[in-house]
Nanobody, 128 residues
Framework: QVQLVESGGGLVQAGGSLRLSCAAS????????MAWFRQAPGKEREFVAAITYDAYDKRYADSVKGRFIVSRDNAKNTVYLQMNKLKPEDTAVYYC?????????????????????WGQGTQVTVSS
């Protein structure tokens, strides 16, 4: 099992940037595919970005492509989400997630059931 703790959320103006961090504990982080999801008030949790265990491959939701960058540092057991050109519609609670069984990005990996461990979330609010 991987324990995940997100940080870095906050209030930012539209057009600004934030970097989220997700610190992981547990032996399997370096072999886990990791992902970021978000959930806005009244909406379902949705996929944002994913990264393979070795950072070789990444995938993004169309809504954030070109603005967000996912990365990881296995030596620090941490995955990051750099968010640029933020928009009010990016306002949500952002969650980090880990897959215990999958390392790579193959086929559909955007579902909640594709991940086993979740953090508690960090709030991101973008003002217009």
């Amino acid at each position: 099992q991987v324990q995940l703790v997100e940080s870095g959320g906050g209030l930012v103006q539209a057009g600004g940037s934030l970097r989220l961090s997700c610190a992981a504990s547990g032996r399997t982080f370096s072999t886990s595919r990791m992902a970021w999801f978000r959930q806005a008030p009244g909406k379902e949790r949705e996929f944002v970005a994913a990264i393979t265990y070795d950072a070789y491959d990444k995938r993004y939701a169309d809504s954030v492509k070109g603005r967000f960058i996912v990365s990881r540092d296995n030596a620090k057991n941490t995955v990051y989400l750099q968010m640029n050109k933020l928009k009010p519609e990016d306002t949500a609670v952002y969650y980090c997630a880990a897959s215990r069984t999958s390392r790579r990005i193959v086929g559909a990996i955007e579902g909640l059931s594709d991940y086993d461990d979740w953090g508690q979330g960090t709030q991101v609010t973008v003002s217009s």
